[in-house]
């Protein structure tokens, strides 16, 4: 049973950062791609960034790039978010996902909360 577990989520002040992880389980994730997406009160779910687990190749939205990094670690079968310059509008329920393509996503995480204070 496939499980991708977030965490890392929390309260910080705008200007701060955190990291989120996603533990993932369950199966060989070789050939995927590991995603991360948000979701803000109201809005739809929208794209953050992904990387293949093969080699490395990183996706990220234009407008969140240079300030959100993701990275993984396969040794230990987990995908990391590394949020910089924080502010107000990150605040969202993120989740971890894992598909065969960017496009293209079938496990989904239960999320973590990231709230930014002004």
């Known amino acids: 049973q496939v499980q991708l577990v977030e965490s890392g989520g929390g309260l910080v002040q705008a200007g701060g950062s955190l990291r989120l992880s996603c533990a993932a389980s369950?199966?060989?994730?070789?050939?995927?791609?590991m995603g991360w997406f948000r979701q803000a009160p109201g809005k739809e779910r929208e794209f953050v960034a992904a990387?293949?687990?093969?080699?490395?190749?990183?996706y990220y939205v234009n407008s969140l790039k240079g300030r959100f990094t993701i990275s993984r670690d396969n040794a230990k079968n987990t995908v990391y978010l590394q949020m910089n310059s924080l502010n107000p509008e990150d605040t969202a329920v993120y989740y971890c996902?894992?598909?065969?393509?960017?496009?293209?996503?079938?496990?989904w995480g239960q999320g973590t909360q990231v709230t930014v204070s002004s």
């Open positions: 990387i293949s687990w093969t080699d490395s190749s990183t």
């Open positions: 369950g199966r060989t994730f070789s050939g995927y791609v």
């Open positions: 996902a894992a598909g065969i393509g960017v496009r293209e996503y079938h496990y």
